[in-house]
């Protein structure tokens, strides 16, 4: 299963980055391999709007069934809703503690975003 995870770095050593439209990076991970691919999210980073459904769309692109952050926006949400990609919020720590809680079911799929937009 492939799931994406914001990150602030580029590898699994890194912090979950609490934002995700605007995260630094996102990694999207192999859970059975732990291969992974980096999306460099410095052009949704520094955009005026519409970061959150820019990176919902790359993550969808990689083939993420699940995203795993810190904060996720309404519009956000929705893309990634429409997408058909779980999310899962309130996520800290490095990126490879975030794949290890997640393949051992500590985490609960969100209803709903949990912040406002442009954070």
């Not at 995260?23 to 999210?41: G, M, Q, S």
């Not at 083939?63 to 893309?79: E, H, M, R, S, Y």
């Amino acid at each position: 299963m492939k799931i994406a995870i914001t990150s602030t770095g580029r590898d699994l050593s890194a912090e979950v980055d609490p934002r995700f439209g605007r995260a630094a990076y996102i990694l999207v991970v192999d859970t059975d391999t732990l291969d992974f691919d980096v999306i460099d999210n410095a052009e949704n980073k520094n955009s005026f709007k519409g970061a959150g459904i820019q990176a919902g769309a790359a993550v969808s692109d990689k083939g993420a069934t699940v995203l795993l952050t810190g904060f996720c926006g309404p519009n956000a949400f929705k893309t990634l809703d429409a997408a058909q990609i779980k999310v899962v919020n309130d996520v800290s720590g490095t990126v490879l503690s975030a794949v290890n809680r997640f393949k051992q079911g500590e985490y609960e799929f969100s209803a709903a975003p949990n912040t406002e937009g442009h954070w």
